[in-house]
């Protein structure tokens, strides 16, 4: 991990952890808070434009910094919305990636340089349309106009141009909402308050914190492991490999990729990198010793660099029955065909 690297991860560690010289930076998260309370108050006056898509928009976000699980969720919720007949499209940022022109249509083939890991590796395990652009709106409008139904975006809750029918805010278990401050002062996008005005929140893993009111659980389960080289998907048990592993894992909170690995029976030594880490042969220089495992995320920028024998843990977002049962009632999900059924019943 380069020095820029190092000195983020053990900034946003102390960021949730709480440490006490953070109070420093809170002039600094004042003036922060002034400023994404500003920028929302011009969207909801009107006075930045918000475009409304004609079909129903589900936005999947956090508002903390590191990962917590959002893009298993919206993998989930596009196998959930394609078995009722949906047909969903997947819009993204890209984070990462830089195309030559927007908006881009990610399929299997098209470099993580291009259309940033997250979207591929969503095209790669979803078979769902999937655009990246940095106007989310005009990624919307060119998934709607391929025949979408309805859209996911992929952590788009800070992205306030495209409206939305349901916004779903995903909270990682462990680590919650660290000390409870925004940048820089601590771990959050958008002050706590937020959560009031969203549709659910959805906490990932057994929480440790006090969720809030209505907070829904859902679990990371493994489900296979597969071969990097060759893509062969073998059962969980027996492991595939002997002996303890060198686990690389460039996700927004790496350790989470070791606890799973840990509940497998896999003793593993960590190699953190960055979120959205770009990965080179020389990363692999000191994991050649053992087997190496690593997540789905970092799968899709290590064919072709990681040593032979390596394999991917693919696991899948299961959130609990209440959720789903919140999400079937949801007015968003009623679909114009429900709404004439209902009135040839009547």
């Not at 434009?49 to 919206?74: D, F, R, Y």
């Not at 007949?85 to 299997?108: K, S």
């Not at 919140?326 to 009547?346: G, I, K, N, Q, V």
């Amino acid at each position: 991990m380069r020095v820029k690297e190092r000195l983020a991860a053990r900034w946003l560690d102390a960021a949730y952890r709480g440490d006490a010289w953070l109070i420093v930076l809170r002039p600094v998260e004042w003036l922060y808070r002034w400023l994404v309370a500003q920028r929302a108050r011009r969207y909801a006056s009107g006075t930045t434009p918000v475009w409304h898509a004609s079909v129903p928009v589900i936005i999947v976000g956090n508002i903390t910094l590191g990962g917590t699980g959002k893009s298993p969720l919206v993998a989930w919720l596009s196998r959930w919305l394609s078995e009722r007949g949906w047909r969903p499209g997947i819009v993204a940022r890209g984070y990462g990636g830089r195309a030559v022109g927007y908006p881009l249509r990610v399929t299997r083939e098209t470099p993580t340089s291009e259309c940033g890991d997250e979207p591929r590796m969503l095209a790669e395990q979803t078979g769902v349309p999937v655009v990246v652009d940095p106007d989310r709106p005009r990624g919307a409008c060119k998934l709607v106009e391929a025949g979408c139904d309805i859209l996911l975006s992929d952590d788009g809750l800070q992205h306030l141009a495209l409206g939305r029918d349901v916004e779903i805010v995903v909270v990682d278990g462990r680590r919650g909402f660290g000390n409870g401050r925004c940048l820089p002062a601590g771990p959050l996008r958008e002050p706590l308050s937020r959560l009031g005005s969203v549709s659910a929140v959805v906490v990932n893993g057994e929480p440790r914190f006090v969720p809030p009111d209505g907070a829904y659980v859902m679990a990371l389960a493994p489900v296979a492991w597969r071969s990097l080289n060759d893509g062969r998907c073998v059962p969980l048990t027996p492991l595939p490999f002997s002996g303890p592993v060198n686990a690389i894992a460039g996700i927004g909170n790496p350790r989470r990729f070791q606890h799973t690995l840990e509940r497998l029976g896999v003793t593993s030594t960590l190699h953190a990198f960055a979120d959205h880490h770009v990965y080179r042969r020389a990363d692999f220089a000191r994991v050649a010793d053992r087997p190496l495992v690593m997540t789905a995320k970092d799968a899709v920028k290590c064919r072709g660099l990681a040593p032979a024998g390596s394999w991917v843990l693919d696991v899948e977002a299961v959130p609990e029955p209440s959720f789903v049962a919140w999400l079937e009632e949801h007015p968003a999900m009623r679909r114009p065909r429900d709404d004439d059924d209902r009135a040839a019943a009547d």
